[in-house]
């Protein structure tokens, strides 16, 4: 079996029965979630998989329990049923709970039509859409010519169009389309990429212009046409039991299965990882520095193994051009390990490529605590990648929530494994995810400037800020939306939009949106705030706090007093009244506990319901805005 | 590997497929002796078994096994 099919950076399973077994009996749900999502951090055969689906269960887990649910359906026009425990374990080892609803076989039309289908009785917050490619090109003639061939793919595409759009506008969901496996067998050979109406050329072309089509609908893709040109074709359709079962994708390939549907889904929840942290003697280069000398260790051409460890050098930076931060951290003294970066005539990565740079003796599971700390991000969103098992495993003891791919043996194939983890899943690409690794990095010279102020004040007033707003803007609105999704800190409810949702929101007269950017001295943070306020059911001038969030990059700065000053004026302008808001705690969003009493607002509720809700409320009149040190740019 | 280790091995595969440790298997049980044990979790319970023992069973065998002593003497002769 292929290699990745095991995903082989899972580390192994302790002893699986006995921890099942005392998940299983563990009465209280939140522990028994605990216990299971532990063992789904491990890497686990085809029965495994299936067994901890069948003691995961249907839980219903409360918000604040670090667990979060999301209703899934699937569509298929082949059997699907034997890959969702893989979905479901997948997810659980990225802390969700999937709710998976499969469609009746090859009813997929009728199921998303019909708004009175058990799918929309489902209500789908997913929608995942998963063909074979036998129908977009059955009857086309070996003898068809290009044009044909698009015509009859085309037409395919269109009925794509209309399911997709079912899925956002009726029932309100995310569609992710799979790509089309190409299970055909060659032809012509060779030649069968030079013939327009060969089989496997039709399914490239149908595969190329779906892809077109998803683009620019903004739909996701689900990639097994990609996987299975890694993995081979036959580790992912097995034809025994297509003519078995009606089976496409075959069971050995579903824990892999899983883990791809899961990255979208965490995705499109802000649950990536974020952050890429390296340790550095013998995985940025062969050999330790502190002994060997920079003349001593092994890196760049004319070695293999110096090459190897340029291929890694070369993708993280690769990682940072789409907005992964980098950071390090290793055992060493920090003048001697930054010289490396100054010094050593082959080194691709430079020291301010690093938004933090962590190099000392101690622990370095406090290393990656502090890492986290200075980068305002959750230990969750980090990826922590060192040769050292011993390493290895005590940060994964002692920080189970930092990801920590299990490395083989040889570095040739660092890169692989870290690639093929897919920690770093995306659903959008913007234009602020280019730049965002600059931006953190620009952040240690915020912090240069804070250490050399003599108060917050004097700092705040020394960033000369200043910020950008206006309405939710259609061209934003892919940003807008990853903003809404991402974010679990700054986020006193934790909605979370599709684009057609923000859409709507945008457009709608009675609604206030709001989108802040943020520019100082050292930079343009980009959009990193957004605020929804929604008129009360039959109050036009009450309005609700429906959502607001806020980069944690931009924490510290008073911009909330601001971006409230500026909604308070907004509001004012339309006759508003008041502002109510509520604070939902959850394991991610303590930091603004003192959110809304801090700028003026007061509490309603006395008593707290079960999920520990604050309801608050703002009288306009008697607002008072605090006066902060951020200019505004107008709209 | 005797007829009866590979029983045992069928028999585990099976109990950790339906989280049903009292499942019993003899060579002369039916699918439809065991609850639960449907079309699903019978290519399932192939796919294990082939996983777990280095085999790959023909379609033709897949359909046509009547009874669990018909997959032992099937495995016992892949295993040759």
Known sequence: ?635 | MGDQEILDVLARVLRDLLMDDSIVLKMDTRREDVPNWDSLIYINFIVAVEIELGVKFKVADVESFANVGEIVTRIRAMLQ
């Open chain 1, 1 to 635: 079996m292929p290699r990745r099919l095991t995903m082989d950076w899972l580390p192994a399973p302790p002893d699986f029965r006995g921890h099942l077994r005392a998940a299983v009996e563990t009465p209280t749900l939140g522990e028994r979630l605990e216990k299971l999502a532990f063992l789904a951090q491990h890497r686990l055969g085809f029965l495994e998989t299936i067994q901890l689906d069948r003691a995961l269960g249907r839980p219903n887990p409360e918000p604040g329990s670090g667990f979060s649910m999301v209703r899934l359906a699937i569509l298929a026009s082949s059997t699907v049923d034997h890959l969702v425990p893989a979905i479901r374990v997948a997810a659980l080892r990225r802390r969700l709970v999937v709710d998976v609803h499969t469609g009746a076989f090859g009813q997929h039309r009728q199921d998303l039509l019909d708004s009175a289908s058990r799918v929309h009785q489902f209500a789908p917050q997913m929608v995942l859409l998963s063909f074979t490619a036998r129908e977009s090109i059955a009857g086309v003639p070996l003898t068809a010519t290009l044009a044909e061939v698009d015509e009859a793919i085309n037409r395919s595409i269109e009925e794509l169009r209309v399911l997709w759009k079912a899925a956002r506008q009726a029932l309100k969901a995310t569609a992710i389309q799979q790509t089309f496996l190409d299970v055909t067998e060659p032809l012509f050979g060779s030649y069968d990429r030079l013939v327009a109406g060969a089989p496997s050329r039709m399914v490239a072309r149908l595969n190329d212009l779906m892809s077109e089509a998803a683009a620019s609908e903004g739909v996701l893709l689900l990639d097994v046409a990609r996987a299975s040109e890694i993995d081979g074709i036959d580790a992912w359709f097995d034809a025994g039991r297509w003519m078995q079962a009606k089976m496409e994708i075959a069971p050995p390939a579903a824990p892999l299965y899983g883990d791809l549907v899961a990255r979208i889904v965490a995705a499109q929840r802000g649950l990536s990882k974020k952050c890429l942290v390296l340790d550095l003697d013998n995985t940025l280069w062969s050999g330790v520095i502190g002994d060997d000398g920079l003349e001593g260790i092994v890196l760049g051409e004319g070695s293999a193994a110096g090459e190897a460890h340029l291929a890694l050098q070369r993708y993280a930076l690769q990682l940072k051009a789409r907005g992964v931060i980098l950071a390090v951290c290793s055992k060493n003294d920090t003048t001697i390990a930054e010289a490396v970066f100054r010094d050593h005539p082959e080194m691709l990565l430079r020291r301010a490529d690093f938004a933090a740079f962590v190099a000392n003796w101690e622990d370095k599971a406090a290393n990656l605590k502090t890492i986290a700390g200075r980068l305002n991000i959750g230990l969750d969103s980090l990826v922590f990648v060192d040769d050292n098992p011993v390493e290895r495993a005590r940060v994964r003891e002692s920080l189970p929530m930092v990801a920590v791919p299990e490395l083989p043996e040889d570095v040739a194939y660092y890169v692989g494994c870290l690639a093929n983890a897919g920690y770093f899943e995306t659903v959008s690409f913007t234009p602020d995810d280019q730049v965002r690794a600059e931006q953190y990095a620009a952040n240690t010279e915020r912090e240069a400037l804070l250490g050399s102020s003599e108060s917050v004040d004097d700092f705040l007033r020394g960033l000369r800020m200043s910020v950008v707003f206006g309405p939710v803007k259609a061209v934003d609105l892919s940003r807008v939306t990853q903003l809404i999704n991402k974010t679990n800190q700054f986020n006193p409810t934790t909605r979370r939009y599709t684009a057609e949702e923000v859409e709507a929101i945008a457009a709608a007269p009675e609604m206030i949106s709001l989108q802040f950017r943020l520019l100082d001295r050292f930079g343009d943070n980009g959009l990193i705030s957004i605020l929804i306020l929604r008129p009360e059911p039959e109050q036009a001038d009450v309005l609700q706090i429906d959502t607001w969030v806020m980069s944690c990059r931009v924490f510290g700065r008073d911009l909330e007093f601001e971006a409230m000053n500026i909604a308070v004026e907004t509001a004012r302008r339309r006759g508003v009244r008041a502002f109510r808001a509520n604070y939902i705690p959850t394991k991610k969003n303590g930091v603004i506990r003192d959110l809304y009493p801090r700028l003026g607002f007061t509490r309603v509720n006395a008593e707290m319901p079960a999920d520990g809700t604050i309801q608050w409320h703002l009288n306009l009149a008697e607002y008072v805005g605090r006066k902060t040190h951020i200019d505004r740019l107008g709209k």
